[in-house]
């Protein structure tokens, strides 16, 4: 009888172990991975650079307001997508994981209308060594009707040297590096916003809905940007944001 159990227990543990073993290859990507952007031609392009460590609130709030644009009747909206040098996720630096519509090293991109530049974490140091990056923003700048940052997102700008002849801003705390980095600059400080000529350069953080809101305004009038406004409970006045328009 204990030599018949040993026998089972010894069959039963060679059938576990003759079972197949799982192939170690990765499964295909799912389709959001993979997926290439239907955009309506009859809308302005409106790219989001992105790259580990970019900051959610100078991504998310021009964002929402540029996307709310497609429920307007009687405008030219706004394609908006994120573009990055891989199509692998994104870290923001709060911790949420995003998709890059684009790889902007290796995809056909659309032509750029608008460029927003977000902040992110390394934009004062190691993003600005990024020379692909750097490159990228120079192309786009050659056809762009606009180009905007948010925060520090004015650092990539400016190292693109795309600033060098208009006046900029950037985020409060960082104004005195950004003129020590960039001495030939006409930096304006204490504003939430700057405009000058096809450039907008923004304080960023909950102000970057402000500057976003301008945009909206400048394109479509203020009809339009009210109602984004409200759509998303902001409170929306052009006259009482402390700016510079040039």
């Not at 018949?4 to 799912?30: G, H, K, M, R």
């Not at 970019?54 to 991504?59: A, D, F, I, K, S």
């Not at 750097?134 to 056809?143: H, L, R, S, T």
Request: one cysteine or more; proline letters at 5%.
């Amino acid at each position: 009888m204990k030599f018949s159990y040993i026998f089972l227990l010894l069959l039963f543990i060679v059938s576990c172990t003759s079972q197949p073993v799982p192939s170690p290859e990765a499964e295909p990507l799912p389709e959001v991975y993979t997926r290439k952007m239907d955009l309506d031609t009859s809308r302005y392009n409106v790219a989001f650079l992105i790259m580990d460590g970019v900051y959610n609130t100078e991504l998310t709030a021009p964002y929402d307001i540029f996307q709310h644009t497609i429920f307007r009747e009687g405008i030219k909206a706004m394609n908006t997508f994120m573009v990055a040098n891989t199509k692998d996720p994104i870290t923001t630096f709060e911790g949420i994981r995003l998709l890059p519509d684009f790889n902007y090293l290796e995809d056909d991109l659309p032509k750029i209308d608008i460029l927003v530049v977000p902040s992110a974490e390394h934009h004062l140091d190691t993003d600005l060594e990024d020379e692909a990056m750097i490159n990228f923003v120079k192309k786009v700048d050659k056809e762009a009707l606009f180009m905007t940052s948010h925060c520090d997102g004015a650092f990539v700008l400016a190292k693109a040297g795309i600033l060098d002849e208009v006046a900029s801003t950037t985020f409060p705390s960082d104004i005195d590096q950004y003129k020590e980095m960039f001495p030939q600059l006409d930096v304006r400080d204490e504003v939430i916003f700057v405009h000058d000529g096809k450039y907008i350069t923004s304080a960023g953080g909950a102000r970057s809905f402000d500057a976003a809101l301008y945009l909206c305004e400048l394109l479509y009038g203020k009809k339009i940007a009210d109602s984004i406004a409200g759509g998303l409970v902001i409170d929306w006045d052009k006259e009482k944001v402390k700016k510079v328009v040039l």
